[in-house]
Each structure stands twice: as C-alpha cells, then as structure tokens.
C-alpha cells in the first residue's frame, strides 16, 4: 500500500508558496514576488528551484526535522535531570536552574529545564488557580508603608527547633529585612522592630494583621469608650509612642505582598539553608545576614519616588524605654510592689497610687513613676499569712470535741472505775 506524503506547513509558508508558483509560472516577476515576500531576488530564485526540484515540500526549510546546532549534549540533559532527582527534587525549575548553575557548574536556562521536567512527567511545580483580588497600587515612596508579619513554620525543617520568621516589607521598594525568633509575640516583634528602624529608620505606617500581638483583643474601659479610644496592644502603643501610624488588615489577601514573600522564603530559604547545613536559629540568622542582601539586589524595584520617607530615630528618644512591656501596679501602703508573683521593696519616699512597670527586650526589669526610674530590690521571703501555714500549726478556739472522740471515752472510763471503787 501506497501512503502518501503530508507535508506541515505553516500560514506564512502557504503564502510564501502562493507566490512561489506564480513566479514559476510567469505570472509574477522575481522582483515583485522579493517585494511581496521581504525576501531578495537570489533567494526567490533558491526557493523557485527546491519547489520545482521537490515539490511543495521545497519551500520548507532544509533544517527541519534535523537536530539544531546548539542543542545542549544529550550528556548534560541526563546530568541535569539526575542531579535534580538526588538533591533538588522539591525545588521549582527557576530555583533549580540557579543551583545547578551555581554548584553544579550546568549552565541551563529555568525554562530549558521545565521543558526537560515536563517530558519526564513532572509537574509538580505547577501554578495552580486562585480567586481572584482586586489588585492595589504600591506606594510611591520608600518608607511609606511597610507590611509586616510572623511565619509560622518547620524553616529547618527536621534538622533544628521549630522557629518563626518575623519579616518586614517596604511596600513601595520591595525591600525585604526578616529575622528567626522562638515564637511570635510582644517581645520578639519589638525586637525585631527595633532592630529594622535602627536600620532603616522610622517608617510613616506599619501594616501588620490582627493577631494579639498587634492588636489588642481587650474591650474598651470606660475611659476609653469617653474618649473615643480602642485598647492598644503593648506592641501598638510603642509604635504610636514613636510616632508611626499602625494600620490593620482584616484578611491576609490584604497584605498580600508580605504573605507571597512567606510563599516565595518557605519555597527557597528552607532549600538554601538545607544545602548550607543550618541545623540552630543562631545559624539561620546568620545566615540571613549574607542572604537577604543578594535577594534585595536581585528583587527589589525602583519606586515611583525617590524620596526616601523613613525618618531617622531622633536622639532625645530612648527606644528601650519605649519598645518595652509596659504594666501599671497599685503601690501599697508599705511601699511594695507585686508583679508577676514577685513583690518589689520600693526604696524611694514618692506620693503615689501606681507605678509603671518596664519587662524591658534584654530581659531587665525597671520600675517607673512620671518617667523617673525608681529604686526597688526584690523581697526574697514574703511574709507568710496565717491561711497559708499548715493545717498542723493552725490553733482552733472554741470546737467542741466529737460525742465519740477518745478523749470523752477515756473520761467516761474513768468515771465508771470510781464509781465501782466506793460501792462496798
């Protein structure tokens, strides 16, 4: 049986061909067909001979069907995916290109090795669909606004202690600061807030989420409600004390610019510090260090503005006095102070109800009255009242003795042996 040949040919080949047989046959002149293909009289005649010599499947080009020139080794390709399956098996073909350029010495492109991951049936690496959200325009300045969250999750992976990342991003600029913390709470955000305006400065605005830390779950006191005020967490009110404005979001879409950069860390920094051997939170802060100003460089953008708005840290402000826990407590009459079941001796005569008490970042402890430091030693034994003794030591007035308690039948006993003795 007789198949005949098909041959593929694409739009512009079809037209190119049109006009190939109407040169051939006379109709149309070699220059005019040049003009209407963009194409020289030399070439025009080339294709004219391969179309009479070969038939329609002249005007194809020769090179089709065979391998290009610049094909990568078929070595190289086997190397790569090898490779990938030993150490880079979770790792998308962008990151993976990367690593295999950089450690492995195999200069392939991202979509080179998708291309390659895909004919081997993997797909893993995928987008998947999400809803849809309006999308909100950047800040023009640097400064302006910055988002900040904690991450929760296994960073070390099984290799280290569980640890969560406090990240702040610079919602104009894209530029990233972030540090490993034990948990996330009061004193690792002031911390790591210090630790970013030290840094960069005071920003306009912090966007952060509604979790206890940031904002207080507490209902407003009577105060309060007069005054027209919401209870602040102890976080909220250090920021206000240092003059930025705190803004929450209600849904983590919301700042959705700090939560991809969660996405984006907990795909590439879990999988670089793995191939850097980081086992303790001391090592992955470290390791930050030298981290996020290669990743600042490569994904940080130019603002609208260029004016920077982060204010310098003025000197008249003492930023471990302000990023601190700040509790109020009753000074008692005997000038002594209870906090965290702890009673403070104050050593200084002052007029006063209540004092404030500074947990300050180092772990210290202050006690404050209108700003002004106050002397205080700890009472080391406290006075022990009397329903606090044992139960042994504790003398009970006024109980009658039970009708069957033993001193009543020794007694009884007693009486009755006389009784006998003085009948005759």
């Given amino acids: 049986m007789v198949r005949e040949d098909k041959v593929l040919m694409s739009v512009k080949e079809l037209r190119r061909l049109h006009v190939i047989h109407q040169v051939i046959e006379k109709k149309v002149t070699q220059g005019t067909a040049s003009g209407l293909l963009g194409l020289t009289d030399r070439q025009i005649r080339r294709i004219s001979q391969r179309v009479q010599e070969l038939g329609e499947k002249g005007i194809a080009h020769r090179s089709r069907g065979k391998p290009s020139n610049r094909q990568i080794d078929p ?33 392939i492109s991202d979509e080179t090795l998708r291309l390659w991951l895909l004919e081997a049936g993997i797909d893993h690496f995928k987008r998947r669909k999400r809803p849809h959200r309006q999308w909100r325009e950047r800040k023009t300045h640097r400064g302006e606004l910055v988002q900040m ?12 202690p569980a640890c969560v990342l406090m990240a702040y991003i610079d919602d104009a600029s894209g530029r990233v600061y972030a540090q490993f913390y034990a948990y996330e709470g009061t004193i690792p955000a002031m911390d790591s807030f210090k630790r970013y305006i030290k840094r960069h400065g ?10 206890t830390t940031y904002k207080s779950p507490a209902e407003p006191t009577i105060e309060e409600q007069l005054e027209g005020q919401e209870p602040m967490s102890q976080f909220e009110r250090a920021v206000s004390e240092l003059g930025v404005e705190m803004i929450h979001a209600h849904s983590p879409q919301a700042k959705g610019r700090i939560e991809r950069l969660f996405g984006t860390f907990q795909d590439r920094l879990i999988k670089e510090m793995r191939l850097a051997g980081i ?78 008490v500074e947990e300050r970042l180092d772990g210290s402890l202050r006690i404050t009255h209108q700003g002004q430091r106050l ?50």
């Fill in 279 to 356: 086992t303790t939170m001391e090592e992955a802060n470290r390791f930050l260090g030298g981290y996020l100003p290669i990743y600042n460089r490569r994904f940080t953008i130019r603002p609208a503005q260029s004016a920077d708005l982060h204010r310098p840290i003025p000197k008249r402000y003492d930023l471990d006095r302000t990023l601190c826990i700040k509790t109020e407590r009753a000074l008692r009459n005997d000038f002594t102070v209870a906090h965290n079941r702890t009673l403070y001796q104050i050593q200084d005569n002052l007029r006063a109800h209540r004092v404030t």
């Fill in 375 to 424: 002397r205080c030693h700890v009472i080391a034994h406290r006075p022990v009242k009397a329903h606090e003794l044992p139960k042994i030591l504790v003398r009970k007035r006024g109980t009658k003795p039970a009708p069957d308690h033993p001193w009543k039948r020794t007694f009884e006993l007693r009486k009755k042996k006389e009784a006998s003795a003085s009948i005759p």
């Fill in 149 to 160: 969250d904690g991450s929760h999750h296994k960073w070390l992976e099984d290799r280290g």
């Fill in 202 to 211: 005071l920003p306009l605005a912090v966007y952060a989420d509604k979790h």
């Fill in 75 to 107: 070595q190289t390709k086997v190397k790569a995916l090898g490779l990938y399956e030993k150490q880079y098996g979770d790792f998308g073909p962008t990151l993976a290109a990367e690593k295999l350029r950089e450690r492995d010495r195999i200069p």
